[in-house]
């Protein structure tokens, strides 16, 4: 059922960093950068983002994560916009590609935000076809990551995990999840993330976010601006417990650091694989 | 497509959209909550994050529009134009598109202020526009060739403009300054976007070139009859020189 390569520790490429990367070699294994930030505005082109991300190409294997599929709208699927994509995806030919679990508008509005579904059986049956046409439009699977949410709907009759692993399961999607956005979101709804990790199909587990927030007190909100958080770095070291290593990255989306600050935050994913292995 | 699904995202757009906060009560409807955090909070950070969003890309892309225009007034016009013209692009690079010609529509505002977001958007746009061809003629190469087998293009990613302003002072100096006409393009050589004021005879010629034509079309049209043959070839060559006008094969160029 996996079918990305096992790559080892990524990081999420920012603009400040684009130097480091073509200038140096980092030790890093492999990039993630942003679709949108190469998509033309009408059809593709080979702007100047583009060339520079063809040169980074040659040093290190690219991973595409999108933003603007939404996925869980009620709207038709933007056809428009995945001929970019798939455009886009034949020109930097990336390892595996992902987007988000997520609606971000309807009536053809745009909210620019990744917002939460109702856990609903219509909504499963409404996103697993959406799911199907887009991985056959683009000839390959895609990932969907857990977004971290501060709203519920009380029409829900399904636990964001059980809603996750079904929609994984009936579309035979991949997962990327991310550690930092379920804990995020266990915080705001009171809900056990250790049992979310648990009950999700493991196997489709293709790669993890990990990522910073803010904590607002009684509530957190998901703002990759700040160093992975202690509770977040155990969920993960448990997860790596369960299910064994999986391509790894940290986002960080502002206050961006040195990349050698990442790189070596990202050390710290690496360590914690390498002794797991050492015990194993 | 599921009607539930529409129905339930109709209504959070609406709230998150909406000007207007709704009662504690109308949220708790829809909205699961906690003790601590209830679901008039939890709607609220989705409808600032919405707004904030909105607003700091417009304040990203049009800097020097707003320092001019000042951050409240900046500020109150951004909300008209996320409430007027809610973002319809699948990416947030595309919102402000429309800015320039929002400010234009609204009578009180000064017109520096609409000119200066059109330069402004231009300089974003430019890092989309398509790289310049790869096979074009040398100008040793122009010599072997009659006039109606070369074409004169203008570089894809020039966006021409006149103003009232010195507009590239006021951008660059980032205050008002007095009225005073001007020709100015945005460019890109490669990576990086260059700014440059032209004079009028320049500006006929790059405004004139809005799409492929044969050399002998563009000596032979009217448009330029009046210009001198010197000013005509020292303004030619530079513009090529800088990367702003190029010439290409006739079999080389789409029409
Ligand atoms: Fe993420």
């Not at chain 1, 190409?57 to 428009?80: C, F, M, Q, T």
């Not at chain 1, 803010?214 to 160093?227: A, E, F, S, V």
């Not at chain 2, 030619?236 to 160029?253: M, Q």
Request: glycine fraction near 4%; hydrophobic fraction near 35%.
């Amino acid at each position: 059922m996996r079918n990305t390569p096992y790559l080892g520790f990524g990081l999420g490429l920012r603009n400040p960093h684009y130097k480091d990367v073509l200038k140096g070699t980092p030790k890093v294994d492999w990039l993630e950068v942003i679709s949108e930030n190469f998509l033309g505005r009408e059809n593709l082109t080979a702007g100047p983002g583009l060339d520079r991300l063809l040169e980074i190409r040659e040093k290190y294997p690219i991973v595409l994560h999108g933003v603007s599929l939404s996925i869980g709208s009620a709207d038709p699927l933007n056809k428009k916009y995945m001929k970019r994509v798939k455009d886009l995806y034949e020109v930097v030919k990336p390892v595996w590609v992902s987007d988000h679990l997520c609606w971000t508008g309807v009536h053809g509005l745009n909210a620019h935000d990744l917002l939460p579904i109702p856990y609903t059986k219509s909504a499963i049956r409404h996103i697993v076809g959406r799911v199907k046409a887009v991985q056959d439009f683009y000839g390959r699977q895609i990932l969907l990551e857990n977004v971290s949410s501060y709203a519920e709907f009380s029409e829900s009759t399904y636990t964001e995990w059980e809603f996750l692993a079904e929609v994984a399961d009936k579309s035979d999607s991949g997962i990327l999840l991310d550690v930092n956005n379920v804990y995020v979101s266990s915080f705001n709804h009171g809900f056990d993330p250790y049992q979310y990790l648990k009950n999700l199909p493991h196997d489709r587990i293709q790669q993890i976010h990990l990522a910073g927030h803010t904590n607002k007190g009684r509530y957190l909100i998901d703002t990759h601006d700040h160093p992975v958080v202690e509770k977040v770095w155990q969920l993960y070291e448990w997860l790596l417990q369960e299910i064994g290593p999986r391509n790894t990255m940290i986002e960080r989306d502002d206050h961006i650091p040195p990349f050698e600050e990442l790189v070596a935050e990202l050390d710290r994913a690496r360590a914690l694989v390498k002794r797991q292995k050492r015990t194993a | 497509m599921s009607r539930d699904v529409l129905k339930s995202q109709d209504w959070f757009l609406n709230a998150i959209r909406s000007a207007n906060v709704k009662s504690k009560q109308i949220y708790a409807k829809k909205i699961n909550q906690t003790p601590t955090f209830n679901a008039s909070e939890r709607m609220g950070i989705y409808r600032n994050a919405y707004r904030i969003r909105l607003k700091e890309c417009l304040a990203e892309d049009f800097p020097v529009t707003a320092k001019l225009m000042g951050s409240k007034k900046f500020d109150r016009i951004s909300e008209d134009y996320i409430r007027l013209r809610p973002s319809r692009y699948s990416s947030l690079v595309d919102f402000g598109e429309n800015f320039a010609k929002f400010l234009r529509n609204k009578r009180a505002l000064s017109k520096i202020f609409s000119e200066l977001a059109d330069y402004e958007w231009a300089i974003i746009d430019c890092r989309f526009t398509e790289n310049r061809p790869k096979n074009l003629l040398k100008p040793d190469q122009l010599a072997e060739l009659s006039p109606e087998e070369i074409m004169v293009e203008r570089d894809p990613s020039v966006f021409a403009m006149e103003s009232s302003w010195p507009l590239i002072q006021v951008w660059r100096k980032k205050r008002q300054l007095p009225k005073k006409k001007s020709f100015l393009i945005v460019h890109r050589r490669d990576r990086s976007i260059q700014f440059c004021s032209l004079d009028a005879h320049a500006y006929k010629i790059v405004s004139y070139l809005t799409q492929p034509t044969s050399l002998i079309a563009v000596l032979s049209d009217k448009t330029f009859k009046n210009f001198d043959a010197k000013i005509w070839n020292r303004t030619f060559k530079t513009l090529v020189k800088n990367e702003i006008v190029f010439y290409r094969h006739k079999n080389f160029s789409i029409l």
